[in-house]
């Protein structure tokens, strides 16, 4: 995308204690320091926000995944928008790239929180103005919001990790389930490779198993792709499923790395060759290994902040 310009006097990056590495590494695209913020805990465990510097009149974009530990992250993220609301900023946008909550976006059962609803309004309260967010689990949370949401996709950043392979015509873009069809189908349409699904069940939260494979994988090089991995179950599950239906190899993408408990230690003794994540979630030292190659979402949210700072249509970022 050629260089957009736009006076950035007025534009504030601002980050908290959830993906610094990812907030600095968008800002070097930019080419906009990060605002002087002091982020932390008072003694009592609430969280302390100081903003180092003059705001007045500003447009803040807040890089704040609110990944583990969730709780704090939220809170840093909404005690720092209301914190920029209160020193006068022009305006307040929320860069969300993980948005957690969104698997409760609708009641299942009776007597349920629909939590994804919940974070929506709590932002807003605290003075957000727009929401920058990365493969929401549900694309209609956009519609929980009165605010403009602008919903990106990794499928592109991952097709062209993919695109550097040479997989001669074999590969098969899999949907680890009925709701993930749309997702496989925009990674399938970008490598130009057919689809198959899982149809699975679960008789227990947490828990799946495979009931059937809807396509053709037999000597096919499978590519499973899900936006969140948590405990790997599915995954693991998945990729046994495509390898005894006589797939050559298995491969995973995901755009969110949740990868709770012992999720990489699952991966690393299943038949998956490897699995392609983003660094919407940070990978501390422990959640590494071999099998997991790490691709950076800093150039996509850069080009959508460049691209509203100078007032200018992101649509095309979405295509």
């Known amino acids: 995308m050629e260089k957009e310009f736009f006076d950035t006097r007025k534009l504030c990056l601002m980050t908290g204690n959830a993906n610094p590495d990812l907030a600095k590494k968008i800002s070097e695209l930019i080419g906009v320091e990060l605002c002087q913020t002091s982020v932390g805990k008072f003694n009592n ?7 180092d510097e003059s705001i007045r009149g500003k447009d803040i974009f807040i890089i704040q995944p609110t990944s583990q ?16 609301k209160r020193a006068s900023a022009h305006s307040i946008n ?15 059962r009776g007597r349920e929180p629909i939590s994804a609803k919940l974070v929506a309004n709590l932002m807003v309260a605290a003075g957000v103005n727009r929401v920058i967010t990365v493969d929401l689990h549900a694309a209609q949370i956009q519609g929980f919001f ?13 097709a062209d990790y993919f695109h550097e392979h040479d997989f001669g015509g074999e590969l098969v873009v899999v949907s680890p389930d009925l709701g993930g069809v749309t997702r496989a189908r925009i ?12 149809e699975k069940r679960r008789p227990r939260p947490g828990e799946a198993e495979v009931m059937n494979i809807i396509g053709d994988v037999k000597d096919k090089i499978a590519l499973m792709i899900d936006d969140i991995v948590d405990t790997a179950g599915s ?9 005894n239906l006589g797939a050559k190899s298995v491969l995973a993408a995901c755009t969110h790395p949740v990868l709770s408990k012992n999720a990489v230690e699952k991966i690393d003794n299943s038949v998956l060759e490897k699995l ?16 997991i190659v790490a691709l950076s979402m800093a150039k996509s949210i850069a080009d959508v902040i460049t691209m509203i700072q100078a007032r200018r249509s992101v649509s095309v970022l979405f295509r």
């Open 146 to 158: 009165d605010i403009p949401v602008d919903h990106l996709f990794a499928a592109p950043v991952i």
């Open 94 to 108: 929320a860069v969300v790239p993980y948005y957690a909550y969104a698997r409760q976006d609708r009641k299942s």
């Open 187 to 198: 990674l399938a349409d970008f490598l130009k490779a057919p689809i198959a699904i899982i």
């Open 45 to 51: 465990g609430e969280t302390a926000v100081m903003i």
């Open 235 to 243: 995954l693991c599950e998945g990729a046994k499923a495509l390898k």
């Open 69 to 84: 530990p969730v709780n704090d992250n939220l809170m840093e993220l909404l005690v720092m928008a209301d914190a920029c």
């Open 276 to 291: 392609v994540v983003t660094d919407t979630i940070p990978l501390p030292q422990d959640k590494k290994s071999d099998k």
